[in-house]
């Protein structure tokens, strides 16, 4: 299973908002609605942001929200501040009892 | 509170084996199946392994399907992942995650370890 394809950086200043993709296949991202997306400070663990695409967990700001449009989702974070700068992780379910996760994107606010 | 605490890193030799605990609380651990994902140092997420809540489903990454074993003590409220045939490619901080939802096993994780780091070097 190839990982999913998202952008090595975005960038945004304070205020903004922006959008982070996640491309896959007709085999996960496009057929199933268990992708989710994860926030990850450097040397801390991952953050739940997203799950089921569009779903928001308890205590997750409402600036962060999910999408998708065929074989690509989307986060998007807006009023961006600067505790928002970190990487960020798309997941899917693909079907035959694995995960595929995306590579990853650093954000930078500028 | 939910907590998961990883332990049982270190260094070990090629060839060698070492076993992962993950010890949970402040959940009903039996009804959440298990995940364990590693990060290489300075790469991104690499899923390895899950187990279902009542370890009926069992599931595990193609690079390490043969060397690795998950299983779980509901009793004990654990996981466990036991790592033979290491190689330099498994060294990584590896992480143990809740599946968001109980009872199912999609992938989705909430409440993630802080992780424990294994290093495999000659």
């Known amino acids: 299973q190839s990982a999913l394809t998202q952008p090595a950086s975005v960038s945004g200043s304070p205020g903004q908002s922006i959008t982070i993709s996640c491309t896959g296949t007709s085999s996960d991202v496009g057929v199933y609605n268990y992708v989710s997306w994860y926030q990850q400070h450097p040397g801390k663990a991952p953050k739940l942001m997203i799950y089921?695409?569009?779903n928001r967990p308890s205590g997750v700001s409402n600036r962060f929200s999910g999408s998708k449009s065929g074989n690509t989702a989307s986060l998007t974070i807006s009023g961006l501040q600067s505790e928002d700068e970190a990487d960020y992780y798309c997941?899917?379910?693909?079907?035959?009892?694995?995960?595929?996760f995306g590579g990853g994107t650093k954000l930078t606010v500028l | 509170e939910v907590q998961l605490v990883e332990s049982g890193g270190g260094l070990v030799r090629p060839g060698g084996s070492l076993r992962l605990s993950c010890a949970a609380s402040?959940?009903?651990?039996?009804?959440?199946?298990i995940n364990w994902v590693r990060q290489a140092p300075g790469k991104g997420l690499e899923w390895v392994s899950s187990?279902?809540?009542?370890?009926?489903?069992?599931y595990y990454a193609d690079s390490v399907k043969g060397r690795f074993t998950i299983s779980r003590d509901n009793a004990k409220n654990s996981v466990y992942l036991q790592m033979n045939s290491l190689r330099a490619e498994d060294t990584a901080v590896y992480y143990c995650a809740r599946d968001v939802v109980p009872g199912t096993t999609f992938f989705m994780v909430d409440y993630w370890g802080q992780g424990t780091l294994v290093t495999v070097s000659s």
């Open positions: 089921d695409v569009t």
């Open positions: 402040g959940f009903t651990f039996s009804d959440y199946s």
């Open positions: 997941s899917s379910y693909t079907g035959i009892s694995s995960p595929v």
């Open positions: 187990i279902s809540s009542n370890s009926n489903y069992i």
